[in-house]
Structure formats: structure tokens, C-alpha cells
């Protein structure tokens, strides 16, 4: 089963200072049929305005997973952490018990654009803890790389939930192929280009659920970055 998610069709809010576009329910955007996919809660795609972001806030009992597809975000947290994120850099955050964060665009001349993605946990009252790591743009062309685990697995970010993340950038005609386990979900994102999933054409923006299936194959029509949750 393949359930298509369009670009169009998901919640968007124009603040001025952030664009945003949310695959599944959140803040003023509201779908009780769009709540998230199997333990992924959020995929939300931010335009960032220079100089501008989400001041100090907090998080509890999350795992939240950053990917900048263009610009910086400039990260600080309770727990002491401060870092800059840039393209292909993963950044996980687990709010466990609770912690507050602030995520600014440090370039005073050019947005900032990323996915902020919320993965719920597969338990509760954990540390709060922060991992960055940086994952070359080889190692993303023409394959599957993943980018966070439950185990932390060929250097993944480390999430508390028997999910795995994956990203790949493609060039046109490069294909891709994942197995998903019986009984496994998976979700697709395209972040950018276009890409066909079983005769299926999606390009930027647009995702689909996946289940009861097991061999996926992931064609590029064109230039095209994706991201490939694997879940329970």
C-alpha cells in the first residue's frame, strides 16, 4: 500500500519571517487524518528569513532530528550546546524530560531551508541529550546513507526508537532500493526533484506512507534529494 501525500495538500503558514510547509498536523494546522505515520510525528519544511528564528522554547519526551537543505541554523540549548548546522549535517536532539532551544538563521543575507522532523519516542523520561554529525555529500550520491538509527549504526545520530532515517541524493536514471521487514511502515520525502516509487511520480514536497510492502525501488527523473524513514 502506497499512499500519496502531495506538496499541496499540506498544512501551510506564511509568518513573514518563516515559511512553512507541515506533512502532518501541527501548531494552528489541524488534519485528524493526517497525525503522522507509524512513531513520525512531524516533517516540517521552514524557509527561514536572514537573521530571524524560534527563540527559546522548550521540548519534552521527542526526538527531534534537523536537516538543512540550504543556509545555517545556529543552535543553543539548555543543556549547554551551541553549534551551528549546516547542509548534510544531522542534528538530534531528545527533549526526554524537558529541554529548551532556540534555532536562528546566523547569515544577515540569505534564508535558511530545512526539514525539522519529530520522531516519538519508545520511551519516556530519558536525558535530555544533542548530537551533530556531519555526513559527506559522496556518501549520499547515488545510495542510501543513513543518517540516524536506534543504535547509532555506521555513524548515525542515535534516536530512542526502532527507526532509521535515510537520505540520498540522486542524479537522473540512478535508482535506489530499500527492504522493509514484515510488518514494517515506511514514509518517503522528497525534498527536492523527482523521483517515481512503484509507477508513482512525486517530486518536491510531496511523501508517501508505505506499508505492506517490501522491496522499494526509488528512480530519480531528475535531480532529486530524498529522505526514507524506516519504521515500526
Same mark, same amino acid.
Given at each position: 500500500?502506497?499512499?500519496?501525500?502531495?506538496?499541496?495538500?499540506?498544512?501551510?503558514?506564511?509568518?513573514?519571517?518563516?515559511? %512553512?510547509?507541515?506533512?502532518?498536523?501541527?501548531?494552528?494546522?489541524?488534519?485528524?487524518?493526517?497525525?503522522?505515520? /507509524?512513531?513520525?510525528?512531524?516533517?516540517?519544511?521552514?524557509?527561514?528569513?536572514?537573521?530571524?528564528?524560534?527563540?527559546?522554547?522548550?521540548?519534552?519526551?521527542?526526538? +527531534?532530528?534537523?536537516?538543512?537543505?540550504?543556509?545555517?541554523?545556529?543552535? !543553543?540549548?539548555?543543556?549547554?550546546?551551541?553549534?551551528?548546522?549546516?547542509?548534510?549535517?544531522? #542534528?538530534?536532539?531528545?527533549?526526554?524530560?524537558?529541554?529548551?532551544? /532556540?534555532?536562528?538563521?546566523?547569515?544577515?543575507?540569505?534564508? %535558511?531551508?530545512?526539514? =525539522?522532523?519529530?520522531?516519538?519516542?519508545?520511551?519516556?523520561?530519558?536525558?535530555?541529550?544533542?548530537? #551533530?554529525?556531519?555526513?559527506?555529500?559522496?556518501?549520499?550520491?547515488?545510495?542510501?546513507?543513513?543518517?540516524?538509527?536506534?543504535?547509532?549504526?555506521?555513524?548515525?545520530?542515535? +534516536?530512542? #526508537?526502532?527507526?532509521?532515517?535515510?537520505?540520498?541524493?540522486?542524479?537522473?536514471?540512478?535508482?535506489?532500493?530499500?527492504?522493509?521487514?514484515?510488518?514494517?511502515?515506511?514514509?518517503?520525502?522528497?525534498?527536492?526533484?523527482?523521483?517515481?516509487? !512503484?509507477? =508513482?511520480?512525486?517530486?518536491?514536497?510531496?511523501?508517501?506512507?508505505?506499508?505492506?510492502?517490501?522491496?522499494?525501488? +526509488?528512480?530519480?527523473? =531528475?535531480?532529486?534529494? +530524498?529522505?526514507?524513514?524506516?519504521?515500526?
Amino acid at each position: 500500500m502506497i499512499l500519496l501525500r502531495r506538496a499541496g495538500e499540506r498544512g501551510h503558514a506564511n509568518h513573514g519571517w518563516l515559511d %512553512t510547509w507541515h506533512t502532518f498536523s501541527f501548531a494552528g494546522y489541524h488534519d485528524p487524518a493526517e497525525m503522522g505515520w /507509524s512513531a513520525l510525528r512531524v516533517i516540517n519544511e521552514d524557509v527561514v528569513a536572514p537573521g530571524m528564528g524560534f527563540g527559546m522554547h522548550g521540548h519534552r519526551d521527542m526526538e +527531534i532530528v534537523t536537516w538543512i537543505l540550504d543556509g545555517a541554523l545556529e543552535h !543553543k540549548d539548555s543543556m549547554g550546546n551551541g553549534a551551528v548546522i549546516r547542509p548534510g549535517e544531522a #542534528q538530534r536532539m531528545s527533549a526526554g524530560r524537558g529541554v529548551l532551544h /532556540s534555532e536562528f538563521n546566523p547569515a544577515p543575507d540569505r534564508p %535558511t531551508h530545512l526539514l =525539522q522532523i519529530w520522531i516519538e519516542p519508545n520511551m519516556r523520561g530519558v536525558a535530555p541529550s544533542y548530537e #551533530q554529525t556531519f555526513f559527506p555529500p559522496e556518501e549520499r550520491r547515488g545510495r542510501l546513507r543513513l543518517i540516524a538509527s536506534s543504535d547509532g549504526r555506521e555513524g548515525s545520530v542515535t +534516536i530512542h #526508537q526502532d527507526a532509521a532515517l535515510h537520505t540520498a541524493l540522486l542524479a537522473p536514471g540512478e535508482t535506489v532500493r530499500h527492504t522493509l521487514a514484515a510488518g514494517r511502515h515506511a514514509y518517503l520525502h522528497v525534498a527536492r526533484g523527482a523521483v517515481t516509487l !512503484k509507477s =508513482q511520480f512525486l517530486r518536491d514536497g510531496d511523501g508517501a506512507k508505505i506499508a505492506d510492502e517490501t522491496d522499494l525501488e +526509488i528512480a530519480a527523473s =531528475q535531480d532529486a534529494e +530524498i529522505l526514507l524513514f524506516d519504521l515500526p
